[in-house]
């Protein structure tokens, strides 16, 4: 059995530990209701633009498509891997380089694959293999519309210059504190929606239907990324509450456990001391 000053200093640090994942899950769950209100209030939004783009686009004829459109044989794959910059969020950012791992092996296995970081942990786990292309990580230093709409327009002129056939988007979508979903979304090029009956409502559009849809599709994509990133902002911090929540119960269990250790290895030390005190008088008695 240990001795006691040895746990004693066990239990130190664990308390200290404690009160660590304890100040990070309160830091957290502060961080998330912001972050929470944010994704929230913007899905409606990009959710509606999507569905309009999509019904006025279904209506164009075939020669009026856009760039962004365009079809090609797939022989060049870039990804956008989002994840986060720190650690300490469970399974966070394993789960997506897991699936960014699984789209570069088994679906895009017989294509070029490259990669646009964003987050440091997507960068340190892709960089050795000299397929990072960008390192964007430093946009959550200052999340704004403004800044990943830059991101989006450079993979936009990339797609449209034919650096690349097809680009797909892999984040967390945020559903609750406790749940994430990894999503890996198509970003360019446009999937094709099918005409429906009941589209063409009479409408007058000002300027034509085709300028509208090319002023919307560039504003659309930049949206598009945008949610990805505020999803997985606020996918980071619901993670990460849970996971400093559940390290906060395992050490304050460990804590218990080590006092419980700590008083049967003193009581059994008192008890020594006592034998060794009746030992000594029963042996001068003699």
Not at 110 to 116: A, D, L, T
Not at 117 to 141: E, H, Q, Y
Not at 174 to 198: C, D, G, S, Y
Request: hydrophobic fraction near 45%; avoid cysteine.
């Amino acid at each position: 059995m240990a001795n006691l000053k040895e746990i004693r200093s066990r239990i130190s640090s664990v308390s200290s530990t404690m009160q660590i994942t304890s100040a990070m899950k309160m830091v957290s769950a502060a961080k998330l209701k912001k972050a929470q209100d944010a994704i929230t209030a913007m899905r409606p939004y990009a959710d509606k633009l999507t569905e309009l783009l999509q019904t006025l686009s279904a209506t164009l004829n075939d020669d009026s498509g856009s760039v962004f459109a365009t079809q090609r044989e797939v022989k060049k794959v870039l990804i956008v891997a989002i994840t986060s910059n720190r650690g300490l969020a469970g399974a966070f950012n394993s789960n997506i380089i897991k699936e960014v791992n699984k789209l570069t092996n088994e679906t895009y296995a017989n294509q070029e694959v490259s990669y646009i970081a964003i987050g440091k942990k997507a960068n340190d786990a892709f960089k050795k293999s000299n397929k990072v292309i960008a390192n964007n990580s430093d946009v959550f230093d200052d999340l704004t519309f403004e800044n990943v709409a830059a991101i989006a327009q450079g993979l936009m002129d990339k797609f449209v210059a034919g650096d690349f056939d097809k680009i797909e988007i892999v984040y967390n979508k945020f559903k609750n504190a406790a749940t994430q979903i990894v999503m890996t979304e198509q970003f360019l090029p446009l999937i094709p929606v099918e005409a429906e009956a009941n589209v063409n409502a009479d409408y007058i559009f000002e300027p034509s239907k085709a300028e509208i849809v090319e002023e919307l599709i560039p504003k659309s994509l930049k949206i598009q990324l945008y949610k990805g990133i505020r999803d997985s902002f606020a996918s980071e911090h619901g993670a990460r509450m849970t996971a400093m929540h559940k390290a906060t119960d395992n050490a304050k269990e460990l804590r218990d456990q080590l006092k419980l250790t700590y008083n049967k290895a003193r009581q059994a030390a008192i008890t020594n001391e006592i034998l060794e005190i009746v030992g000594g008088a029963e042996a001068l008695n003699n």
